[in-house]
């Protein structure tokens, strides 16, 4: 898959996307949105970041990929995120691409998210609160940044917890649109 990503990146520009990271966001939202990737979404995802003719091929080669590894296991489901080597600084703000880039990618398909509760009762025994709250937080994560670095077991600790956060809470989407999914639509 790492591959795959840093083609894609290489074919998108560093303009629009400076992180490697921040396109794997995109591509997991992308893969979450159907059950099998198909044509038609790489097609549409491919407009979306304006790759053309082979661009496409590769495109829909990655998002096949990152669908197949949203479905591997959900203990073994990994971030592309810098190894632990690199400095936390740059960890942090390769995680906030990924969330930014999740986020986008979600966004452009927010048709197909849960709908929000329509009641207080809804909400407490409702899935699609919890997706929306992760929503919500993966927003928020996608703004961190490190003021100062001064390479704490804590920070660390609490970079790994956040990283975990995000892993389940992609996790968490990915199960709440399997349901609905399954679910039958009465009119």
Request: some cysteine; aromatic content about 6%.
């Amino acid at each position: 898959m790492h591959e795959k990503l840093q083609d894609l990146l290489k074919l998108t520009g560093d303009e629009q996307f400076p992180d490697s990271s921040e396109l794997h966001g995109v591509l997991c939202a992308h893969a979450l949105k159907r059950q099998t990737p198909d044509k038609a979404a790489s097609d549409e995802l491919a407009r979306w970041l304006d790759l053309h003719g082979h661009q496409s091929n590769t495109l829909m080669d990655a998002l096949q990929e990152e669908h197949q590894a949203l479905l591997a296991s959900e203990l073994d489901y990994r971030l592309y995120l810098p190894p632990d080597s690199t400095d936390l600084s740059m960890r942090t703000q390769s995680l906030a691409a990924w969330c930014g880039g999740f986020v986008s990618g979600i966004g452009v398909y927010e048709d197909w998210l849960p709908e929000a509760p329509r009641s207080p009762a809804d909400a407490a025994s409702s899935s699609d609160a919890e997706v929306r709250e992760a929503i919500a937080d993966l927003s928020q994560i996608a703004k961190a940044g490190l003021d100062t670095e001064s390479g704490s077991q804590e920070e660390e600790q609490a970079y790994a917890e956040i990283v975990e956060y995000v892993r389940v809470a992609v996790m968490l989407i990915q199960s709440a649109l399997e349901q609905s999914a399954e679910q039958p639509v009465l009119h």
